[in-house]
């Protein structure tokens, strides 16, 4: 389960699947306070996002050397780079965008990597095709709001304004905002700024798959669902943890929790 928020670290309490939280973009002014919330739970385990630069890349390796965790999950690969050469346990992200054998080979081979999560974006077939590796961990992720864009630049100024004419070195850090827009072909989309962040723009609906579990059995050793609390088009009608039963229910083979969960994760 993928969360963000300290206000979500009661989950890891009252559930026994394992819990990723996702780092910021900003690392370098977040990074003390990481290196705290890491220390005092230790069962979390670090996602890594795909961009981080200059001063917040290097921030993001000494958080990785100071809280050494058992592992991590990285879609950069200057961390996984730095995780290799540390000798700890990394597995590649779905930014990856993992589709065939070879890489997944390559990257145990050349990078002591320890899995990866396939791309979404390749079908059953597709899928099937692929060649597992000795020892390696494979792992879909079956729900998450669909992120289409990251951007460094504002995506507000043109969508809802700013007083600001430039941005400047408090926006990243600050600025906490979300919009939504309509293409003329009726479709829409989030634009989205949460503090410590890049700007994101994601797809209105998310992405949910329950049919590859019983599509392709025993081909993955996990699965991972995106609960963050970014505010895509998709209402939640159960609380998350009750949301997270019903996904161990779908896993352990119960044949109404795929229904139970289109009607809580709607539209």
């Given at each position: 389960?993928?969360?963000?928020?300290?206000?979500d670290?009661?989950?890891c309490?009252?559930?026994?699947a394992?819990?990723?939280y996702?780092?910021p973009?900003?690392m370098?002014?977040?990074?003390?306070g990481?290196?705290?919330?890491?220390?005092h739970?230790r069962q979390?385990?670090p996602?890594?996002p795909?961009?981080?630069i200059?001063?917040?890349?290097?921030?993001?390796v000494?958080?990785?050397?100071?809280i050494r965790?058992?592992?991590?999950?990285?879609?950069?690969?200057g961390i996984a780079f730095?995780?290799?050469r540390?000798?700890?346990?990394?597995?590649?992200g779905p930014?990856?965008?993992?589709?065939?054998?070879?890489s997944?080979?390559?990257?145990?081979?050349?990078f002591?990597?320890?899995?990866?999560?396939?791309?979404n974006?390749?079908?059953?077939?597709q899928?099937?095709a692929?060649?597992r590796?000795?020892?390696?961990?494979?792992?879909?992720?079956?729900?998450?709001?669909?992120?289409l864009?990251?951007?460094?630049?504002?995506?507000?100024?043109?969508?809802?304004g700013?007083?600001k004419?430039?941005?400047?070195?408090s926006?990243?850090?600050?600025?906490?905002?979300r919009a939504?827009i309509?293409?003329?072909?009726?479709?829409?989309?989030?634009?989205?700024?949460?503090?410590g962040?890049?700007?994101?723009?994601?797809?209105?609906?998310?992405f949910?798959?329950t049919?590859?579990?019983?599509?392709?059995?025993?081909m993955?050793?996990?699965?991972?669902?995106?609960?963050?609390r970014?505010?895509t088009?998709?209402?939640?009608?159960a609380d998350?943890?009750?949301?997270?039963t019903?996904f161990?229910?779908?896993?352990?083979g119960?044949?109404?929790?795929a229904?139970?969960?289109?009607?809580m994760?709607?539209?």
């Amino acid at each position: 389960v993928l969360i963000s928020s300290p206000d979500d670290l009661q989950l890891c309490r009252s559930s026994s699947a394992s819990f990723y939280y996702q780092l910021p973009n900003a690392m370098n002014s977040a990074c003390d306070g990481l290196v705290q919330l890491f220390a005092h739970n230790r069962q979390l385990i670090p996602w890594f996002p795909s961009l981080l630069i200059g001063d917040d890349y290097i921030a993001a390796v000494r958080f990785l050397h100071e809280i050494r965790p058992a592992r991590i999950v990285t879609d950069n690969t200057g961390i996984a780079f730095a995780a290799s050469r540390a000798g700890i346990a990394w597995i590649a992200g779905p930014q990856l965008n993992l589709v065939n054998s070879y890489s997944l080979l390559c990257l145990q081979e050349q990078f002591n990597c320890s899995g990866a999560f396939i791309s979404n974006e390749i079908n059953r077939m597709q899928i099937k095709a692929i060649k597992r590796p000795a020892g390696f961990e494979l792992h879909y992720r079956i729900y998450h709001p669909i992120e289409l864009m990251t951007s460094l630049q504002c995506l507000f100024h043109q969508v809802t304004g700013c007083a600001k004419h430039t941005m400047d070195g408090s926006c990243i850090a600050q600025c906490e905002k979300r919009a939504a827009i309509t293409n003329l072909k009726d479709e829409s989309f989030v634009v989205e700024k949460s503090k410590g962040n890049f700007h994101h723009l994601y797809n209105e609906s998310n992405f949910l798959n329950t049919d590859i579990i019983a599509d392709i059995p025993g081909m993955f050793t996990g699965f991972a669902i995106d609960l963050r609390r970014i505010p895509t088009g998709i209402g939640m009608a159960a609380d998350p943890l009750t949301i997270i039963t019903h996904f161990e229910q779908l896993l352990s083979g119960n044949p109404d929790s795929a229904q139970a969960l289109r009607q809580m994760l709607h539209p």
